[in-house]
Nanobody, 125 residues
Framework: QVQLVESGGGLVQAGDSLRLSCAASGLTFGSYAMSWFRQAPGKEREFVASINWSGGFTYYADSVKGRFTISRDNAKNTLYLQMNSLKPEDTAVYYC??????????????????WGQGTQVTVSS
């Protein structure tokens, strides 16, 4: 079956960096657009970034543009999210997701075909 497993979360201070990874199995990874979402306590899950199948097109939420970078390694079936200049408001559970769409654009949650279980990112001030 399809599995998306996130890792790399943790507790950091404001201004620090983290790199999240999402290891995919059970699907033809290179055929899927991939996205990152996050959900803070008491809030709805929100889009963070997406990338098309080849990695040639990316798209970011305004709140993370210029600080976060999404990338993928199709040879390793792995998606990444490099997060720099972290802020307390970035605190959330971060999820990776796969869909059969084009990718590299805004990705609504209902379009996703598969989800990971999430990894917690906590940024202290």
């Amino acid at each position: 079956q399809v599995q998306l497993v996130e890792s790399g979360g943790g507790l950091v201070q404001a201004g620090d960096s983290l790199r999240l990874s999402c290891a995919a199995s059970g699907l033809t990874f290179g055929s899927y657009a991939m996205s990152w979402f996050r959900q803070a306590p008491g809030k709805e899950r929100e889009f963070v970034a997406s990338i098309n199948w080849s990695g040639g097109f990316t798209y970011y939420a305004d709140s993370v543009k210029g600080r976060f970078t999404i990338s993928r390694d199709n040879a390793k079936n792995t998606l990444y999210l490099q997060m720099n200049s972290l802020k307390p408001e970035d605190t959330a559970v971060y999820y990776c997701a796969a869909d059969r769409g084009v990718g590299g654009d805004y990705a609504p949650t209902h379009r996703m075909d598969y989800w990971g279980q999430g990894t917690q990112v906590t940024v202290s001030s």
